[in-house]
């Protein structure tokens, strides 16, 4: 079969974002196993990671780890940003095999959704089966505070964009993807469990993601309180769409760095949603690594 005969799409709309992405994505995911294989490796990642702001040292953990450049994976956005790492890393927690991207690209930025997702949709084909994302977040819920750790339990998609926007190629999924278990229920139950056995406190909460990168303004922030949104951030959208696309379930946790802009008397800065990030980093990593050691019981 071609690959035309895959792809549902319309005249003239052969050029979006998506066009040719299951031929890119072939590429990437063979470029990585060669390299694996060249490390005497066969990783077969049950989860894929995405680590939200202040997180990225967590790959540092991984047991018997391996990284791979970007710049070796044909296809894989580079961030512009200077300095910023940009590696796949592959290793162990526990029993559980993970991969994780350390260093990603954002819609802000200037890339379209299917690139920012290209990374996750490659960590998928590599096996994964299990999304665990994280996220920096701004807390709008009545009940949260600063530090909080918040289990997503469905989101907002206010980016006006998405990540399948072009032709549908229906090897990575259907055209209309179901999003009514876009956060699982099984993986919310387990990460609870997880938070209880070690003395972590995890809240509710409904995720608003927007395109950013300016913060929101107080009465954007009431809008989103009207549309029962409790934490607002500029990620993780995209890419529970595309796991959802591919099949894979996703367990999505906030840490709250700030309260959203309104809530106090005082100007947002991005220092303080950092500084919130390395101090919660300790408590955070611990529930990741309990969590993720479930999944192998
Ligand atoms: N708004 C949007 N994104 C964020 C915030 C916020 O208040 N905090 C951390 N990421």
Known sequence: MSAEQHVSSVDGAGDGPTDGLFDRLQE????????????????RPQAALILGS???????????????DY??????????VEGHVGRLVFGRVGETQCV???????????YDLAKVTLPLRVMLLLGADKVVVTNAAGGLGKDLEVGDLVLIRDHLNLFGASPLRGPNDDRLGPR?????????????????EAAASCDIGLKHGIYAGLFGPAYETPA??????????????????????????????VLGISCVTNLAAGSMDEALCHDE??????????TFEQL??????????
């Open 273 to 282: 949603v950092t500084d919130v990030a390395q101090r919660v980093r300790g």
């Open 54 to 68: 202040g997180l990225g040292p967590y790959a540092e953990t991984f047991e018997d780890r391996f990284a791979i």
């Open 71 to 80: 710049q070796d994976i044909p296809h894989f956005p580079v961030s512009s």
């Open 288 to 297: 990741l690594s309990t969590i993720l050691r479930r999944f192998s019981d």
């Open 28 to 43: 990437a995911v063979a470029a990585i196993r060669g390299s694996l294989q060249a490390a005497g490796r066969d990783d």
């Open 220 to 249: 954007e922030i009431e809008m989103l309180r009207r549309l029962g949104a409790d934490l607002v951030g500029m990620s993780t959208v995209p890419e529970v769409i595309v796991a959802n696309h591919m099949g894979a379930k």
């Open 100 to 110: 994780t991207m350390q260093g990603r690209v954002h819609f802000y930025e200037g």
């Open 176 to 192: 209309f993807p179901d999003m009514t278990y876009a956060y699982d229920a099984a993986l919310r139950r387990l990460a609870e």
